[in-house]
């Protein structure tokens, strides 16, 4: 790998009671890439969500971020060390504008009151950097479609200069033009110099938009396949694991 | 320098008719139909009877609305949080309760009587905040518990006799029933707060379009300083003409004022909205949640106690039915009416004084008429069926579920 990763995970290990979620998990992630982690249902995608939102303290292993090791013991620990999270249901407040849900619990002050016209200057700036089409800044977020809302979410998630956006299933409930925006998002994202890890199952987005793909099955990573150059049998066969699988590079 | 966002046509946002600036009460729903519904109520019993708008009836109307107003602030606090308290009317008599035999029978000082009523009833509210947000009881079994430890507690605090009169002469009834503003004073604090609104709007206005942001026309701030003015100035102007306003109702719309900014513009406030309306969102984004909660069922039991100590002054006296059960309904079902949702997330302060507002002109109107109280209810009761129906449509029509 040329460039040094800003976030590394190394042997990241959880069990959830008797379960095994994640076992000597290694991640490694780049700025200007985006890496796609895929796997089956149960593969322990979540979990490692959880573990690099701050969520979740894993039972062993370390997270480096910037070749300093941290430890991720909440989320907002993990925002402040540049991980940012969309989780999959977005977190957003259906009552609340596009403004307020973008500042939700950092809103900018002007003395003891809340200053609306820098953040509203400051969300129109995130939009437009993300081409965002959202048609009212001032309306509430119940009145847009799931790519704004996505959109939205990515915004917030960038609003603090985070060096990796972590996103989990961000087209999960979308459809096909809303997932093409959001595919859209990602690559803006990346080119803008952040490093992204994309959670998905969906093998078509992933390999619209992935630099790398990691696979993970059964809590192991599977595989770790550079996206020009692997097949979709390659992918497909390190996730449910009925091939044998040939690795590329990348595991440590 | 801000690029223009754009939308699916690659038009400019800022160029679509639909995109102005809009304050957030500007966007909630509730407020003109009820505004419509209040100037149909007037119409309606002024046809029936001569007197009901007449500066009198409408200066005891303020009154009357006040105490229950201000119970009313307390409750749209918890809806907004997405709770109810079910026993601000029994929190009400507590406070009454202690005010008086404080007063009356321990010989407090009015100030001590006054502070340890209001601080008995926020105690009862931190206990529901503290059981609901620590312990996870649902708010509607807590306060309707609570509602029955209040009934408990009043009539033990009365005593045997049941009933204590406060002295004519004392602070609190003199206070509550016969002490008005002066004209000058209430038509320069009207003054003061429209000069106030206009400073913070041309202020604002500059902000935004120094920042290069879509702001309101001059001629719309002016109607809207204008409609504030009017707003403010009219009813001033009118209840002048008789006794004029009341110092209970001053007390009741300067707290609603407050509120208003409070939830409007501080963060404190952002996050009662956000916890209303997406706990988990609220708690991801960093709010601190549970000290929200316990702060607005302590704001809420603290406002039905106020409320409480000048209805005590009001009727002078303190007995077993102050704050009954009726009141309490009432309270809900202002603020409900007023445009506060039951769902939590939207609401108001005014939805407080425009919920009252509505009830009280009914009641008001039916007494003129001479109407059975019987007859009251179920108008009452017809009303909020009505908001209670335009709220969970809007909420359906914006496709978001009622809880």
Known sequence: MTRPPVMSLRGITHSFGAVRALIDVDLDVSAHEVVAVVGDNGAGKSTLVGVMAGALVPDAGEVVVDGREVRLSSPGLARQLGIATVFQDLALCEDLDVVENLFLGQELRRGPVLDEVAMEREALRLLAQLSARVTSVRGPVSGLSGGQRQAVAVARALLGEPRVLVLDEPTAALGITQTAEVLNLVERVRDRGYGVVLVSQNMADVQAVADRVVVLRRGRVNGDFDAETASYEDIIAAITGIAPTRRRGGVS | ?403
Request: charged share 10%.
């Open chain 2, 1 to 403: 320098m801000t690029v223009p966002v754009v939308d699916r046509g690659g038009i400019p946002v800022a160029d679509r008719p639909d995109w102005r600036w809009r304050s957030w009460d500007e966007r909630d729903p509730g407020r003109i139909p009820v505004l419509i519904a209040l100037v149909l109520i007037a119409l309606v019993f002024q046809a029936l009877n001569g007197a009901y708008l007449s500066a009198d009836n409408l200066v005891n109307l303020a009154l009357q609305a006040s105490t229950t107003g201000i119970l009313t602030l307390g409750v749209v606090l918890v809806l907004m949080v997405g709770q109810i308290d079910l026993s601000v009317g029994a929190v009400s008599g507590v406070a009454a309760a202690v005010v008086t035999v404080g007063f009356v029978r321990a010989g407090w000082p009015l100030i001590v009587a006054v502070l340890v009523a209001v601080a008995v009833g926020t105690a009862l509210g931190a206990g529901y905040g503290w059981m609901f947000a620590r312990l996870g009881v649902p708010s509607f079994v807590i306060t309707l518990s609570g509602l029955m430890v209040g009934v408990g507690l009043q009539a033990q605090v009365l005593g045997p006799t049941a009933s204590v009169n406060l002295p004519y002469e004392s602070g609190l009834v003199r206070f509550a029933q016969q002490t008005f503003l002066p004209p000058v004073l209430s038509a320069g604090l009207v003054v003061a707060v429209v000069l106030a609104y206009t400073t913070s709007r041309l202020v604002d206005r500059r902000r935004r379009i120094a920042a290069e942001l879509s702001a309101p026309s001059l001629g719309a701030t002016a109607a809207r300083i204008a409609a504030l003015a009017a707003g403010l100035g009219v009813p001033v102007w009118y209840l002048s003409r008789g006794r004029g306003v009341g110092a209970i109702v001053a007390v009741f719309i300067g707290l609603v004022w407050a509120t208003d900014i409070v939830l409007r513009r501080t963060q404190w406030g952002r996050s009662v909205r956000a916890i209303g309306s997406s706990v988990e969102s609220a708690r991801l984004a960093g709010f601190p949640v549970r000290r929200v909660y316990i702060a607005a069922f302590m704001a809420c039991a603290g406002l039905a106690a106020l409320a409480g100590v000048l209805s005590a002054g009001r009727f002078a006296a303190a007995n077993q039915s102050t704050g009954g059960a009726d009141l309490t309904l009432t309270a809900i079902a202002a603020a409900v009416i007023g445009g506060t949702s039951l769902f939590g997330g939207r609401g108001s302060a005014w939805s407080a004084v425009l919920g009252v507002a509505v009830i009280h002109a009914i009641s008001s109107g039916l007494t003129l008429l001479t109407a059975d109280g019987s007859l009251r209810y179920i108008v009452t009761g017809v009303v909020l069926a009505l908001a209670v129906t335009v709220d969970a449509v809007s909420r359906r029509s914006r496709g978001v579920p009622g809880r």
